[in-house]
């Protein structure tokens, strides 16, 4: 009981939160690495790329993204103790870098030059080998941590370990991670002062795990707290969640009189088969996790995945693919790329109230305050129509337009599940583009 009142209390503060101008998203490491492309400026994409597929980073900054997460895999780096071959990474940034993509790197796993393979554990880079806990193995990590931070100064965001909750330990030690993650953090920070790391990459909001990794960061190593937050429903609930984090790292900077740690979402997606998941479905809530984001404050999204990890379209966790396993786009990919297009440089305003807790109209703009797209959709099950049109007013039509002038009158307008985006006409209404006046 006392858990619902308390998820009850988050989401009523949320709703406050949401039908608020957007406050700023505060400037730190991570931010200006990402640049001021505006809300596009931090969609990225997570990539495996198995031996015989093309790399597809045409494809990938066509489609709207800016980032790529993938792993730098400790194992396939380091073959021969204390040398480390770059080669195969250093061609995958150089052609990320040509597409104009940035690159954030997972310093991943374990490595068989230092940790025992794990009996009936599945041959992954992930599960295979135990985790370096503590002794020799630890410490070759940190030396690899250290190469891989001076190796590529200035060109990547890093993120240490991924989902520890998963696979940090046999069994899982995440206070042993809390440790070993500031370790590695202030080992890299020695080497590159200005390097971006970010962590712990939980898969979930494990909450006392995350509190505990704020909390432990008195100097403010770590340039945001990632997070994966999945879930089997409607994404609109992950605003709670993102309300709550902030006030945690909030608290822990007050405490330790240093900047708050930014919020990332560095894997979030949906599959589009099984049970009630549609292809039409994962393309309405994969756009819509990514808008989320933005009015919490979150500057970096990564989407889940960009391939389909399998061929067979009846296997859930084989389908979070933007694209199939063939290549072949599926309908996440043209609505995804078509709202990031229209987007492309303009900064998150605000909500417009729309009567409704479920219906969200986004306002985006310049930094000058001025709206000029609306993008609408309906969270409930079904379809509904707001009581007016977006409107702004009072003025002369052709006259700079602000969150506060925007009200909702004339013609009902109708939502769906799909965001849509509006634009400004000549008699100041928010319509869908080549809609009748």
């Keep these: 009981m006392r858990g619902d009142r308390l998820h009850a209390a988050l989401l009523c503060a949320a709703l406050a939160f949401l039908l608020t101008a957007a406050p700023p998203v505060s400037a ?9 492309a505006g809300v596009t400026a931090g969609l990225g994409v997570n990539v495996h790329f198995p031996p015989g597929r093309p790399r597809d980073f045409a494809r990938i900054r066509a489609a709207g ?12 780096t380091e073959t021969e103790p204390g040398r480390y071959d770059w080669r195969a990474m250093d061609s995958l940034l150089r052609e990320m870098e040509a597409h104009g993509l940035k690159p954030l790197l997972i310093l991943a796993y374990s490595n068989p030059l230092y940790a025992p393979r794990l009996e009936g554990r599945p041959d992954a880079p992930s599960l295979s080998h135990a985790a370096p806990l503590e002794g020799p193995a630890r410490e070759a990590f940190m030396r690899f941590a250290e190469a891989a931070a001076s190796h590529y100064r200035g060109r990547v965001i890093w993120e240490v370990w991924n989902e ?17 993650a500031a370790e590695a953090c202030a080992r890299m920070r020695a080497r590159e002062p200005e390097a971006v790391v970010i962590g712990p990459a939980a898969s979930g909001f494990l909450w006392w795990f995350l509190k505990a990794f704020l909390d432990q960061d008195a100097e403010g190593c770590f340039d945001a707290v990632s997070v994966h937050p999945y879930r089997d429903r409607a994404p609109e609930d992950v605003i709670a969640d993102w309300v709550a984090l902030e006030a945690l790292a909030r608290q822990a900077a007050h405490a330790h009189g240093r900047p708050p740690a930014a919020l990332a979402n560095t894997e979030w997606g949906y599959s ?15 756009a819509r996790l990514w808008l989320l984001d933005r009015m919490a404050k979150v500057p970096l999204t990564i989407v889940y995945d960009w391939w389909d990890d399998g061929p067979d379209p009846r296997e859930k966790e ?28 303009l900064h998150y305003l605000g909500r417009i109230a729309a009567g409704r807790n479920s219906t969200f109209l986004l306002a985006f703009g310049d930094r000058s305050g001025e709206v000029a797209k609306i993008v609408g959709w309906e969270a409930g099950k079904a379809a509904m129509s707001v009581a007016g049109t977006p409107h702004c007013g009072p003025g002369e039509p052709g006259q700079p ?9 004339g013609a009902p307008l109708a939502v769906g599940a799909a965001p849509m985006v509006l634009v400004r006409g000549p008699d100041g209404a928010f319509r869908l583009q080549g809609a009748p006046q």
Excluded: M
């Design 401 to 409: 337009c602000h969150l506060k002038d925007i009200a909702l009158q």
């Design 318 to 345: 084989a389908s979070f693919g933007i694209v199939d396993h063939g290549g072949v786009p599926k309908p996440l990919h043209g609505s995804l790329s078509r709202l990031a297009a229209e987007l492309d440089g």
């Design 164 to 180: 520890p909750d998963h696979n940090f330990g046999h069994p899982v030690d995440l206070r042993a991670y809390l440790g070993f």
């Design 28 to 36: 730190n490491r991570l931010t200006e690495r990402l640049g001021d």
């Design 272 to 286: 589009s088969t099984g049970g009630e998941w549609s292809r039409e479905r994962q393309a309405d809530y994969v």
């Design 65 to 76: 993204f800016r980032v790529v997460r993938t792993d730098l895999l400790w194992a396939h």
